[in-house]
């Protein structure tokens, strides 16, 4: 095993603490890079079925190991300091986990858009929507343990478990046994650019994709019909709005 210990004795603590923090970061891209390599080498249900897989185990090698490194206890597979959190702390930490999920999607939007303009990230976004929204809902099926075919019934439940739904408001309105309507109430993006005197962000084409993909990787039975979404004109009290729906 390699000693570092006489390259890192020359560096600040502040480099060493940065020096760690991006090898963190390395290793989420390497982790991505798998799966996007594998998604694009042998199909999607190959990578998320080996995703399934890998996932697990990461985590479990990983905690396990950062345990012994930082000195906590683990129970029952999951870091004993997190199990004994308060409550409030508990969804705080959801809520800023979803917030810098939010934060990181807008700084790469900004990136493209600064450097190629809006039209190259409006294209991007939307790509990414294409290849998140089903890996999304993959990962809530798999984690609320649903069948293939949950129907509308799992569809709602897999909404309120979205990023999205930490930190958006979000409404359903039942119309039959065989439909409903998915309403945004309060956006986060939204509301930022209404405080600020800004006109709606044009997310539409990015949302067609993003809730067919989304719920037909829950059902694949399941359609989906926008009924407004910028810059489509919508009420007040929502931005924007979808249908559900399986035929009978």
């Given at each position: 095993m390699t000693d570092n210990s006489s390259i890192f004795k020359n560096?600040?603590?502040?480099?060493?603490?940065?020096?760690?923090?991006?090898?963190f970061h390395r290793q989420m891209i390497h982790y991505v890079l798998?799966?996007?390599?594998?998604r694009h080498q042998m199909g999607l249900d190959k990578a998320?079925?080996?995703?399934?897989?890998?996932?697990?185990?990461?985590l479990n090698l990983q905690l396990n190991r950062l345990s012994k490194t930082l000195g906590f206890e683990m129970k029952d597979g999951l870091?004993?300091?997190l199990m004994n959190l308060p409550d409030k702390s508990l969804n705080d930490l959801v809520e800023s986990l979803s917030v810098n999920w939010l934060g990181n999607d807008g700084v790469w939007f900004q990136a493209v858009e600064f450097a190629h303009?809006?039209?190259?990230?409006?294209?991007c976004n939307d790509s990414v929507w294409a290849q998140f929204?089903?890996?999304?809902?993959?990962?809530?099926k798999n984690f609320l343990g649903m069948p293939?075919?949950?129907?509308?019934?799992?569809?709602?439940?897999?909404?309120?478990y979205r990023l999205y739904a930490n930190i958006n408001q979000q409404s359903i309105e039942y119309e039959s046994p065989d439909s409903f309507v998915f309403k945004m109430n309060d956006c986060r993006v939204q509301s930022a650019r209404k405080r600020k005197g800004m006109a709606d962000y044009p997310c539409k084409s990015a949302g067609l994709v993003e809730y067919a993909y989304f719920a037909r990787a829950i059902d694949d039975r399941i359609q989906t019909e926008c009924i407004g979404c910028p810059p489509d004109v919508h009420p007040e009290d929502w931005f924007c709005a979808w249908r559900f729906f399986i035929n009978p």
């Open positions: 560096l600040s603590i502040e480099d060493r603490v940065k020096y760690a923090l991006n090898l798998w799966f996007t390599e594998i998320l079925e080996m995703l399934t897989t890998a996932s697990e185990k990461s870091p004993e300091p303009g809006m039209n190259e990230a409006k294209r929204s089903p890996v999304e809902a993959w990962s809530i293939r075919h949950p129907g509308l019934d799992g569809l709602k439940k897999a909404l309120a």
